[in-house]
């Protein structure tokens, strides 16, 4: 089973994603959570785009799946971003020698079962402090803790995030994976951010709560992979997406416009240079971001092609596809930002009017940006550049014994 031809996905998913525009300024004046939309995507197999054809998926190339999520979330970012845990699960699925584990996950997802993410906390310094712990009781496993960022959790049948586990040299990060309806697990949409209101990237509590053992992982055991750059460029692809929504959205205000200003130099603002020019612009901001998500989409691809099944990648190779996605990720947030700002000289204060909801492509990509600021993407690619060291490294911390508090 295949979606290898822009027409035949374009058949599946534009409807879909087409009804989900359609309700996007809504869902953004009324805080509604887009509960239907996302499990219509996960009925028509979106979930399963890069599951194996043999395994019941579609067998996607990252760069065709970042093009779909770039189109999603041109529609609406947050249902496109809520989806980033479940795509960083299946890679992780991808990449596991074949088990009875791997095979039953092949299942759920190729079901249409979704996976949410809840890894990061408020505890520690950095990511890769946790203090949620999963101890074994009478033989039994129990996991506690909070989490926070748990985007995409509360749409999700199941959860998948990072915990400490006692070891006799200390403490290891594990991963484990539950169902979101297990007794003791509280998903809360307390998420308080001015963009992205609808990922449900709030808080995720633990209470007690039985894992079976598994799904308990040692993150010491994952061999060198794309993962890391691949949640980067996750993100490159939605604000990819929302550059090009104010394209669309400043093309559709203008078109239709009659009134102009006293200073114009047309009677018509779409035959007006000045307002032809911020237009040509943000369209070109569009097509550089479009462009890069495809390029840095490419060089994981890469990666992925010279993944030996249970050795993983070589470090240079994932270096320097890691540096790419950076430099995308940089300059897409740069553009879609730019973008997003300059929409608003072709309107005036209608523009602004609050049941047009364009402020929100503003405040959804300034919300992505800030997951990974970019001033410290713009340092590693110049230490990449200049000393050829490579962002690989900057990683070892979040795999490392002993960065969990108890």
Request: aromatic share 8%; with cysteine.
């Amino acid at each position: 089973m295949t979606l290898h031809t822009n027409a035949t996905r374009d058949a599946r998913f534009a409807p879909l994603f087409d009804d989900i525009a359609a309700g996007a300024v809504r869902r953004e004046r009324e805080r509604l959570l887009p509960v239907a939309e996302v499990r219509a995507l996960a009925d028509a197999g979106f979930g399963k785009l890069r599951l194996p054809a043999e395994e019941g998926g579609y067998d996607v190339s990252l760069a065709e799946l970042a093009a779909l999520v770039r189109d999603l979330a041109a529609a609406d970012s947050n249902v496109a971003h809520l989806w980033r845990g479940h795509f960083g699960f299946v890679e992780l699925v991808r990449l596991w020698p074949d088990s009875p584990r791997r095979r039953a996950w092949l299942d759920r997802i190729a079901a249409g079962e979704i996976v949410g993410n809840a890894t990061s906390e408020t505890t520690g310094n950095t990511l890769a402090d946790i203090a949620s712990t999963v101890t074994e009781t009478g033989g039994r496993w129990l996991l506690n803790g909070t989490k926070f960022y748990s985007t995409g959790t509360l749409y999700a049948d199941w959860i998948y995030g990072a915990a400490g586990r006692a070891t006799a040299d200390g403490v290891e990060r594990v991963t484990f994976a539950v169902r979101r309806d297990a007794r003791g697990v509280v998903c809360e949409d307390d998420w308080d951010g001015f963009g992205q209101a609808h990922t449900a990237s709030g808080t995720t509590r633990f209470v007690d709560v039985e894992v079976d053992p598994v799904e308990i992982a040692s993150y010491r055991e994952a061999p060198l992979s794309h993962i890391q750059p691949f949640f980067q460029l996750y993100l490159v692809a939605v604000v990819a997406g929302i550059a090009q929504a104010v394209e669309r959205d400043v093309v559709e205000f203008v078109r239709p416009r009659t009134r102009t200003y006293i200073h114009a130099n047309t009677e018509v603002p779409g035959e007006d240079p000045q307002v032809l020019e911020v237009i040509g612009r943000v369209a070109s901001d569009a097509f550089t971001a479009r462009t890069l998500l495809t390029a840095a989409a490419h060089a994981l691809d890469g990666v992925v092609a010279t993944n030996v099944p249970g050795q993983g990648v070589e470090r240079e190779v994932l270096d320097a596809a890691e540096n790419t996605v950076y430099q995308a990720q940089v300059t897409v947030l740069d553009v879609t930002l730019r973008a997003a700002t300059r929409m608003f000289e072709v309107g005036g204060a209608s523009a602004t009017y609050r049941d047009r909801a364009l402020d929100r492509h503003w405040r959804n990509a300034r919300v992505v940006a800030s997951h990974n600021p970019a001033i410290y993407k713009y340092r590693m690619v110049g230490e990449h550049a200049l000393h050829g060291r490579g962002p690989v490294d900057s990683w070892r911390s979040y795999h490392q014994v002993g960065r969990t508090t108890f």
